[in-house]
């Protein structure tokens, strides 16, 4: 198995899903699931509570809503495998603390830096922002353009890229 799968698409292409297929049948065990989500609302607290039983008991959570990077180096160590869900949710979080380009710039580099220094296979999961239209506002623009720019490092960096569509994979590499 390569050491990092890039799972991208739309929302609701089946990413998730995929990824977690994949893993179950690719890797042991021990196995981490870091979530990139806030649980802000109802409506997510549900969703996660649906996701965390389709996942199962196979699956070590962790809710990583920033530290991303640090948390691969450290946990890499201990797993056969990281799937993270997802990198979209991750950048959104780092634009809540600040929405400077060349901070968020830094928090991509890092992530990518970990993803080399990992020891065990990460499964990144992202949503694609470049098939719609051009966001109205300011700040709908510069967080497509960040999570644009961080899709296009992460996939550089990928042994593998897969690209979702209706719950088809298309491999891409």
Not at 108 to 123: F, H, Q, T, Y
Not at 130 to 145: H, K, M, Y
């Amino acid at each position: 198995m390569n050491n990092r799968v890039f799972i991208i698409g739309g929302c609701r292409s089946g990413k998730s899903r995929y990824a977690l297929e994949l893993a179950d049948r690719a890797f042991g065990k021990r196995r981490i699931f870091i979530a990139t989500c806030i649980p802000c609302d109802d409506e997510i607290k549900e969703r996660i509570m649906r996701h965390q039983k389709e996942r199962g008991q196979n699956w070590l959570t962790l809710e990583v809503p920033v530290r991303l990077p640090e948390t691969i180096i450290e946990k890499s160590r201990e797993a056969d495998v990281i799937l993270i869900d997802c990198l979209t949710l991750w950048i959104s979080n780092l634009f809540l603390e600040n929405d400077d380009q060349e901070k968020l710039a830094g928090h991509v580099e890092r992530l990518l830096k970990s993803l080399e220094n990992a020891l065990c296979p990460i499964i990144m999961v992202s949503n694609e922002v470049g098939t719609g239209i051009v966001p109205e506002t300011r700040l709908g623009r510069l967080f497509r353009d960040v999570a644009g720019f961080a899709n296009q490092k992460i996939a550089a960096c990928s042994d593998v890229v897969i690209w979702m569509v209706a719950g088809i994979p298309v491999k891409i590499r």
